[in-house]
């Protein structure tokens, strides 16, 4: 059984290592490192960091209600509600998108799995929409596929942020007036299927974030990187700041905040010690939004130790420090990387001075310690 299970385990393996492999140099085939899409990767990296920080920004960690809102447009699709004036869209109409868009790349990554056991190139659309989704869904979406997919768990959370409706409401002909009540029924005949589609998604995430970059460590894209660790890091900071309000009946807002900003910090850190994008603009950009985030998170930590929409003004100026942090980031970047280029420089340096001297040197003893070094 062991021996079955090891066999189709290292089957699942391969199979997903060639089916990232085509999509990323299906990726690579037809879109070139350009101008522009140097822009789609910059733009994609801000709107994920838009809402990793609208996600910071919640009244349960002791944000003013007034400053949430206004930061509200830094969810792309709470922007884009705002933008064309609809306010009645119910919050579970989100969740069933959520739910068909991870269906359907879960559905279509099971796909695209089958037609490379068959060696079937001819069939290359799957391909293309599992780019697509793993695009979407991984990166620009992903903070808001996941909040939407915990809907049926988080009601009791919502009522803080001023919503109403509810999966009870919902499944209740939209009463408003019923009581939250994920684990009843009939409720908890949607809940516990959102909840494992919740963690199919994650792992769907972590493992695309984590093969995406790993299938080709030579790629020309702007995102392509040696190494997706510090990628599926970052993944897993999206995944805790998402989560940090369900750990509150096990630990304080305030404990669970002080990881999330070790988690950060020690991103940071490893980001601007690896530098792991081939693009220095990239890691720039990168270094400039996990110092934010860090910052946010670090901010978020020490309003939840005070009264609830306490301190306005004092939260208006920690935003206000916001750019300080991004443009903090960006010096740690750039010294990194001058400090990589004057060490190279020493060690060419040092590599022509002995490459001179087993070349010109007259003593073959000097010669012979050269060359075994």
Not at 33 to 45: A, D, E, Q, T
Not at 89 to 115: G, K, P
Not at 222 to 233: F, K, M, N, S
Not at 320 to 327: K, L, R
Request: glycine content about 6%; charged content about 15%.
């Amino acid at each position: 059984l062991l021996f079955y299970l090891k066999h189709k385990w290292n089957a699942i393996r391969e199979n997903l290592f060639g089916v990232f492999y085509i999509m990323t140099e299906t990726n690579n085939k037809f879109s070139k490192k350009n101008v522009i899409g140097s822009l789609r990767i910059y733009i994609l990296f801000l709107i994920d960091a838009g809402q990793v920080l609208r996600i910071l920004l919640l009244p349960d960690f002791g944000w003013d209600q007034s400053l949430v809102s206004n930061m509200q447009s830094m969810n792309i699709i709470d922007f884009g509600v705002q933008m064309i004036s609809v306010n009645t869209i119910q919050r579970s109409t989100f969740f069933i998108a959520s739910v068909v868009l991870v269906s359907l790349a879960v559905l279509d990554t099971m796909l695209v799995m089958r037609i490379f056991q068959k060696g079937n190139a001819s069939s290359i659309w799957p391909v293309i929409v599992l780019r697509l989704l793993v695009t979407t869904l991984v990166t620009t979406f992903f903070m808001s596929i996941l909040t939407w997919l915990l809907y049926p768990v988080t009601c009791h959370k919502r009522h803080s942020q001023g919503a109403r409706d509810t999966i009870s409401s919902w499944l209740h002909g939209n009463d408003l007036s019923i009581p939250c009540t994920p684990w009843a029924a009939p409720e908890i005949a949607v809940t516990l299927p959102a909840l494992i589609l919740a963690g199919v998604f994650i792992t769907f995430s972590v493992t695309t974030t984590l093969l995406s970059f790993e299938v080709n460590p030579l790629s020309e894209q702007p995102g392509g990187r040696c190494t997706g660790r510090l990628e599926a890091l970052w993944s897993t900071v999206r995944i805790a700041a998402v989560l940090v309000p369900f750990v509150s009946d096990f630990i304080s807002i305030t404990g669970a905040l002080s990881l999330l900003c070790a988690l950060v910090a020690i991103l940071l850190i490893s980001h601007v010690s690896m530098l792991p994008f081939h693009s220095h603009a990239c890691n720039l950009l990168r270094g400039g939004i996990y110092a934010t985030v860090t910052w946010v998170c670090a901010a978020s930590t020490l309003l939840s130790t005070l009264p609830a929409g306490s301190a306005v003004d004092l939260q208006w100026a920690f935003m206000g420090i916001c750019p300080v942090a991004f443009a903090l980031g960006l010096v740690l970047v750039h010294s990194r990387r001058l400090r990589i280029r004057h060490d190279l420089q020493l060690l060419r340096a040092d590599f022509n001075e002995h490459r001179s001297g087993s070349v010109c040197g007259s003593d073959p003893a000097e010669l012979h310690t050269v060359t075994r070094r």
